[in-house]
DNA sequence: CATTAGCTATTGATTATTTCAATATTAAAA
DNA sequence: TTTTAATATTGAAATAATCAATAGCTAATG
């Protein structure tokens, strides 16, 4: 009787033959079933009829005009209400599901500087707005960014990066100047003009290697062939801007990590140095969920508005990190 | 976008759709899924096409020859993964619920005599043999009886009935004699012959007018126009052993409750007392549960065997209560 | 006891849906 | 760039669902 091809497994349309089964059995009438979904009568009769042949049993005792349920048809109609109930139910549910979207995740991979000096104010707004998402953030620097976003571990990634693969977008939200930082009592402090030849005459202290910033300020004396003397590099912003107020020497830093609070003397660089720009990566293609919609919006309105060339769609443009940003 | 009338409301086959979705969830590949369904690539495809295009949410994002979730993919395959498992394992459920037969419910309506005499020793064996089913004995007499069954309030009702409506089989399954119980040092006793007009003489203690005894008593006095004066009416077979004993009267009494240690002289009774059957009724063409139809079984194997005509059957035989069973 | 009312089953033609083979298209990998 | 391996599209064929008409059944009614 029964077949074995998974073909023949899941033929015909069940689902359609326990509706009948289950409309009928709350009627106890097959003809106020048929009523109820739009059919004729028998259309259900002949499923009801469909679906007792390939279970093998009977549902229903069909007493002329009067049909009852047979304790098989109970133990069904037990099993299977529920379910065609939860099936048909199911675009309600989903529209439930999908319209309180407080709830979720969102996985935000970031940089250190993105971590301290952009996203505080950022997530402090999101998170009131949105007290229900739960957050996460990754702490990633570099490749690590790029790839975390390509593999779909986080729903977006901010930072800048020099160089991305042809399936991350980026989009570049803030611009920042790099800046020379010196102690208040250094002889560039007062200097009018700042050359590359004075930043690198020695002293310079620069922030980790996997940090954008030291690929950049490298790439700048590589390119106008001037060498480049380091004392130190240090672990992170905070601690460059530390041992410059302690006098081991003088560091390029964003402005992004400037609160005004140092005791610093600030300089323009040269301006060989081109503007940095923090952004937000994303994989591109990816669907974003509710929440990381909502919180691109809130980051850059102009850009993510509801309603632009994200809607659920492929982002396309490409942006240089090197380009300055507007 | 979306229609009205329910006709439009169940269309298509969304359960072949969701599964279709939920394979291909899965297996992160449309190929693959249709492989595991049996069918093919483009007929998976479509399926999902149409459950986007009805649902009105991308489910996949197709980048070339790659899919992935959507987030509205992740929540849909949330909400429909365990429906549609539990519709294609429910030929499974459903034959194991049905196999496990020690369970369920047991309706019995019967009356006291039935109760009190018959029932007994059987429900002793079949609760042994069946030790997770839930026996309900419903106590009925007379017309009650008839109603309980044919409104399917009870699976099965136990005891004697003068006149059944159509839609009501009875099954006679054991045959008892009323007889005649006096007193030990009552005249009667020792008397050879003893005829409807000693019995009519007086001191005639009854059962209550709603159990059969009585009407059948009565009905022999009426046929054969023989004055009966009535004593006492008592409420019970035990009750009227009592009384007789005691020395209020002589009594009739199916010989079923007589259980020979009585302090009782116990006497046939004239021929024209028919002989009176204790048996099962059913509705007509009622299915009857696995527990109803074990109990049948052990009540009387012979004319409840499996696979007789009571197998998920119409039960056909008549028999007439005033007729001698066998 | 025949009749009616009300329901279900059956049938055959019709319609809607699903399916497939072949083919086009796509994007990543080689 | 070509290859590869996946998905999308298409149009025709197969399959399944549907309906109107009708037959059959039972219980209730006069």
Redesign the pocket.
Known sequence: MEEESP?SYY???RL??LRAFCH?AQER????A?KRL??????V??????LERELGITL?E??????RLTPDGETLYELAGPLVEDIDGLPERFAAHHSRQQLGRLDIAAGESSSLYVLPELLRAFMARHPKVHVRLHNLTGQDLVTAVRQDQVDIAIGSSLDLP??VVYKATYTYNLKLITPRDHMLADQDEITLNDLGAGELILPPRHLTTWRLVNLVFQQHDIPCKVRLEVGGWEIMKRYVELGFGIGIASSICLTGEERLAIRDLPDVFPRRTYGVMLRRGRFLSPQARRFLELMAPEVFSEGNEWEGGVPDARESVLVPAR
């Open positions: 073909r033929r015909h349309n359609k033959q009928a009438s097959i003809s106020r048929a739009g059919l004729s009568q028998p259309s009769s002949l499923q009801i009829q469909a229903f069909r007493r002329g005009p009067r049909i042809d399936d």
